[in-house]
């Protein structure tokens, strides 16, 4: 497997800008996370899916961002409008429930998007 | 909400030098998985702890969860310059499958 994908890998916009982020998490995997890592805020967690359905998006502010999982491997987050303050990079990450030898939940992130709002 | 905290949050060691990081939770966990992200590069999972007072063990590397499964703790022992990048716990709790990451612990070595 190629593991998560991400695109694009880089992204420079202006700010106001709309952006779109992209994930294909790996096959079969039913959970699809989306976290954003700055240097002040370390890694946090803005939503997390369950078999395409939003599970928990409190960490998203919805003012401007939203995240959809039209099917069970592709998933977008979107900016609209871009802030500078949104500048960091986006990982996304995929695992699958199993309960084999306990239940494990290990995530496979992506090589992330790092995202410069100018 | 829920917070989990990291110490130190920055560690230079001589190459062959013992490290450790520690993690503490706010909340009770219900398990605790650690990752390491390379500079530049992305999170890889490490291990997943479950059971109060685990001790799991993974070459040079020794992973602990406390007995009130708030706390947790990842040992390296005679670092190599392989080990260098930040070392990250994440925990879990009861009633949800979301995962909040500690603050992280970057470690160099020096060789």
């Known amino acids: 497997d190629a593991g998560v994908i991400q695109s694009p890998r880089h992204e420079v916009t202006e700010m106001g800008q709309e952006v779109t982020l992209r994930c294909k998490p790996i096959s079969g995997h039913d959970y699809l996370f989306w976290y954003r890592q700055t240097m002040m805020q370390g890694l946090e967690l803005l939503v997390y899916f369950n078999n395409k359905a939003v599970m928990d998006d409190s960490g998203m502010p919805k003012d401007r961002f939203s995240a959809k999982m039209p099917n069970a491997s592709f998933s977008t987050l979107k900016i609209q409008p871009s802030e500078p303050r949104d500048s960091a990079v986006y990982f996304c990450?995929?695992?699958?429930?199993?309960?084999?030898?306990?239940?494990?939940?290990?995530?496979?992130f992506g090589p992330g998007t790092r995202l410069t709002v100018t | 909400g829920q917070q989990v905290m990291q110490i130190p949050q920055y560690q230079h060691v001589q190459e062959g030098e013992d490290f450790t990081t520690y993690c503490n939770s706010s909340?009770?966990?219900?398990?605790i998985q650690w990752y390491k992200q390379r500079p530049g590069g992305h999170p890889v999972f490490l291990i997943q702890?479950?059971?109060?007072?685990e001790v799991k063990k993974q070459k040079r590397l020794t992973f602990q969860f406390g007995e009130a499964k708030k706390n947790s703790s990842l040992h390296i022992t005679a670092t190599q310059t392989t080990d260098v990048g930040t070392y990250f716990c994440a925990g879990r709790t009861s009633g949800t499958y979301k995962y909040i990451f500690g603050t992280g612990t970057r470690l160099k070595v020096l060789a």
């Open positions: 990450a995929s695992s699958f429930q199993s309960i084999a030898g306990g239940a494990r939940y290990e995530q496979y």
């Open positions: 702890l479950v059971k109060s007072g």
């Open positions: 909340t009770t966990l219900s398990n």
